[in-house]
């Protein structure tokens, strides 16, 4: 898998450095490598990877070595394993990163929230709870010889990217665009935070509350953002306190059942949406 990825990398490093016959050299040796990935270890029958722990599925899943048709079933099947083990993560620091990641961009977030939000042996609410700890141990189960270990940091990529919301557009360069898209698990009511991009602080902050959401965006200078609001159709939108078609600086994009999605430029902007409770 790594050695998929590091092809690919250099093979895109190559065409935008316009070394195009060693990007074509690195691309063949990519697919290839994906090629011999999926005839070792993918398992057509029964859509699964390698053994089938959570490391094997979350790999080929974060990295594509997997048939794209077999990708809702290979996802399917991590979550089912992950529901059998009562959300305990079992793939080891390595991996633990790729599946956090791949379970978030497909759009699995709730899942994320419950291997993080649990207080019990192996996770964060277990160094919490049960050492107090303040800095990440290198173990899962007991303070280890290091108490300063950023190699279990991943969630932070996940609280930034998915639970903020802040990412970066896929053609952007130096966050000139930004993406803001915030996941809202059920149990959280709120989350804050910033990113520093090098043209300034990003800074992003929802609230959630039954049959309301408010979220808080500011946007650096010189800098341009969608902002995907998880909203349903029938919400009543105001952007600074005025009505969404009317608000200036924002122009909505689409609307679906499940959000709706907005362009801004640099500034701060107040959401607000609020919809008929289900009963």
Same mark, same amino acid.
């Given at each position: 898998?790594?050695?998929?990825?590091?092809?690919?990398?250099?093979?895109?490093?190559?065409?935008?450095?316009?070394?195009?016959?060693?990007?074509?050299?690195?691309?063949?040796?990519?697919?290839?490598?994906?090629?011999?990935?999926?005839?070792?270890?993918?398992?057509?029958?029964?859509?699964?990877?390698?053994?089938?722990?959570?490391?094997?599925?979350?790999?080929?899943?974060?990295?594509?070595?997997?048939?794209?048709?077999?990708?809702?079933?290979?996802?399917?099947?991590?979550?089912?394993?992950?529901?059998?083990?009562?959300?305990?993560?079992?793939?080891?620091?390595?991996?633990?990163?790729?599946?956090?990641?791949?379970?978030?961009?497909?759009?699995?977030?709730?899942?994320?929230?419950?291997?993080?939000n649990r207080t019990?042996?192996?996770?964060?609410?277990?160094?919490?709870?049960?050492?107090?700890?303040?800095?990440?141990?290198?173990?899962?189960?007991?303070?280890?010889?290091?108490?300063?270990?950023?190699?279990?940091?991943?969630?932070?990529?996940?609280?930034? %990217?998915?639970?903020? &919301? +802040?990412?970066?557009? =896929?053609?952007?360069?130096?966050?000139?665009? /930004?993406? $803001?898209?915030?996941?809202?698990?059920?149990?959280?009511?709120?989350?804050?935070?910033?990113?520093?991009?090098?043209?300034?602080?990003?800074?992003?902050?929802?609230?959630?509350?039954?049959?309301?959401?408010?979220?808080?965006v500011t946007i650096?200078?010189?800098?341009?953002?969608?902002?995907?609001?998880?909203?349903?159709?029938?919400?009543?939108?105001?952007?600074?306190?005025?009505?969404? %078609?009317?608000?200036? &600086? +924002?122009?909505?994009? =689409?609307?679906?059942?499940?959000?709706?999605? /907005?362009? $801004?430029?640099?500034?701060?902007?107040?959401?607000?949406?609020?919809?008929?409770?289900?009963?």
């Amino acid at each position: 898998a790594m050695l998929f990825d590091n092809a690919r990398i250099v093979s895109n490093v190559a065409a935008m450095t316009g070394k195009g016959d060693e990007a074509e050299t690195f691309a063949a040796l990519s697919r290839q490598v994906r090629e011999d990935f999926i005839t070792a270890y993918y398992d057509p029958e029964h859509k699964t990877v390698a053994t089938g722990s959570q490391a094997a599925l979350a790999i080929a899943l974060y990295f594509g070595l997997i048939p794209e048709e077999a990708e809702e079933t290979v996802l399917a099947n991590l979550v089912g394993v992950l529901e059998s083990d009562a959300y305990r993560p079992s793939t080891g620091e390595v991996c633990f990163r790729y599946m956090i990641m791949a379970l978030a961009r497909a759009g699995r977030s709730d899942i994320v929230y419950r291997i993080i939000n649990r207080t019990d042996c192996p996770g964060y609410g277990w160094m919490l709870r049960e050492f107090g700890l303040q800095t990440l141990s290198e173990r899962w189960d007991k303070p280890g010889s290091s108490l300063n270990h950023c190699m279990f940091g991943h969630a932070q990529e996940w609280f930034q %990217a998915y639970l903020l &919301g +802040i990412r970066q557009a =896929e053609d952007s360069i130096g966050f000139e665009k /930004l993406v $803001i898209a915030p996941e809202v698990p059920d149990g959280l009511q709120e989350a804050k935070g910033h990113f520093d991009s090098p043209r300034g602080p990003i800074h992003v902050a929802w609230e959630k509350e039954k049959a309301t959401f408010l979220l808080s965006v500011t946007i650096p200078g010189n800098t341009s953002a969608i902002v995907v609001l998880p909203v349903p159709a029938d919400a009543t939108l105001t952007g600074s306190g005025t009505p969404l %078609a009317e608000a200036a &600086g +924002i122009d909505v994009l =689409e609307r679906n059942e499940a959000e709706c999605r /907005l362009t $801004i430029g640099s500034g701060t902007y107040r959401f607000r949406a609020t919809w008929e409770e289900q009963r």
